[in-house]
């Protein structure tokens, strides 16, 4: 298939587009069955144009969660053409008290003094 014959190269893609949000919620559930404590974001992107599924996955190789639906999203966006594209990313640390020491009162402006 050509540049010129990919669907999606004339316009944009759109959740107006019954396939696209059936395939965000099938990859949703894919995941959910094997990492039932992982959220997720959708987002359209533009490169390349598509609606990425931002996965956040408490797992130490996020490389699982895409072993884990591989083989669909290939014939998702090989053979349907449909630009949905997964990225399981890790959460978010809190800060490490022990080597990340908060700063009190930053930005607070500064304390008021006490009267003697």
């Known amino acids: ?46 490169e390349p144009p598509g609606f990425y599924v931002w996965t956040t996955v408490d797992l130490e190789d996020t490389t699982e969660v895409l072993d884990a639906i591989m083989d669909r999203l290939l014939e998702v966006q090989v053979e349907e053409y449909l630009p949905v594209y997964v990225i399981p990313v890790r959460p978010l640390a809190p800060p490490n008290p022990v080597t990340e020491p908060a700063i009190v009162g930053a930005g607070l402006g500064a304390a008021p003094s006490a009267a003697p």
């Open 1 to 46: 298939m050509t540049d010129d014959e990919f669907p999606y190269h004339d316009h944009e893609p759109s959740m107006t587009d019954p396939r696209i949000p059936a395939r965000v919620a099938e990859f949703q559930d894919l995941i959910l069955a094997r990492f039932p404590d992982a959220t997720f974001e959708v987002r359209r992107g533009s």
